[in-house]
């Protein structure tokens, strides 16, 4: 089964809707001066916390680990990062997800052992994501990912997701913009799509190849 994550979720009335939908786990965008930057209203993240439930998996966005540290407690199950900091302290029981960007001029970065998963985005050289354009998935292939768990992001939609699940048999599929009519304005006609098209092509299953699951 491949996993959903809706990220860049600005609401609790979304969050609501996407977590009745059947999404497995919601990104929150801490990352300042972004369109779906919420980190600066507390009260919003905790009613995001809220309006998801106790088995949706919600995701702090950040652009350093060493951010971690200053999560609010009890909020966040997961934190997705793009930059490694030496100085971080992970709070304990805090799932660790590390960004990667594919493309070219991108810069290629190790994957920690301490790393529980990997996204895979497109690189741009203006945004960490969000951009709403996919990576070449072939150039997947030639990643060392140290064995973890893949989540492929970048330009996915309920029209190319299907595509993405058959050329990488990622562990997670993660969309954002390919559900939306503005940014952080999520249609759920188009996330229910998404998941829908997740499930069509699990249930097919007839291609070969792809990353590790």
Same mark, same amino acid.
């Given at each position: 089964?491949?996993?959903?994550?809706?990220?860049?979720?600005?609401?609790?009335?979304?969050?609501? =809707?996407?977590?009745?939908?059947?999404?497995?786990?919601?990104?929150?965008?801490?990352?300042?001066?972004?369109?779906?930057?919420?980190?600066?209203?507390?009260?919003?993240? =905790?009613?995001?916390?809220?309006?998801?439930?106790?088995?949706?998996?919600?995701?702090?966005?950040?652009?350093?680990?060493? =951010?971690?540290?200053?999560?609010?407690?009890?909020?966040?199950?997961?934190?997705?990062?793009?930059?490694?900091?030496?100085?971080?302290?992970?709070?304990?029981?805090?799932?660790?997800?590390?960004?990667?960007?594919?493309?070219?001029?991108?810069?290629?970065?190790?994957?920690?052992?301490?790393?529980?998963?990997?996204? #895979?985005?497109?690189?741009?050289?203006?945004?960490?994501?969000?951009?709403?354009?996919?990576? =070449?998935?072939?150039?997947?292939?030639?990643?060392? #990912?140290?064995?973890?768990?893949?989540?492929?992001?970048?330009?996915?939609?309920?029209?190319?997701?299907?595509?993405?699940?058959?050329?990488?048999?990622?562990?997670?599929?993660?969309?954002?913009?390919?559900?939306?009519?503005?940014?952080?304005?999520?249609?759920?006609?188009?996330?229910?799509?998404?998941?829908?098209?997740?499930?069509?092509?699990?249930?097919?299953?007839?291609?070969?190849?792809?990353?590790?699951?």
């Amino acid at each position: 089964m491949t996993r959903v994550k809706v990220c860049g979720v600005t609401s609790a009335h979304d969050a609501a =809707e996407i977590a009745s939908i059947g999404v497995h786990a919601m990104g929150v965008i801490l990352v300042p001066d972004t369109p779906r930057y919420v980190g600066d209203k507390p009260q919003v993240l =905790e009613a995001i916390r809220r309006a998801a439930g106790p088995f949706v998996c919600l995701v702090a966005v950040v652009r350093s680990l060493g =951010e971690a540290e200053k999560l609010p407690a009890g909020v966040f199950s997961a934190v997705q990062y793009y930059e490694e900091s030496r100085e971080a302290k992970v709070p304990a029981g805090l799932k660790r997800i590390r960004a990667l960007r594919v493309g070219v001029g991108a810069t290629v970065h190790a994957v920690a052992a301490d790393d529980d998963a990997v996204v #895979l985005d497109a690189y741009d050289p203006h945004c960490l994501g969000g951009t709403g354009r996919r990576f =070449e998935w072939r150039d997947a292939g030639a990643l060392d #990912l140290g064995g973890k768990p893949v989540i492929v992001a970048g330009g996915l939609t309920p029209a190319n997701v299907g595509q993405a699940i058959c050329a990488l048999r990622p562990y997670a599929v993660d969309v954002s913009s390919g559900v939306e009519t503005a940014p952080g304005r999520k249609d759920m006609t188009l996330v229910r799509a998404f998941l829908g098209a997740v499930r069509d092509a699990d249930a097919a299953m007839d291609c070969d190849g792809g990353l590790d699951r």
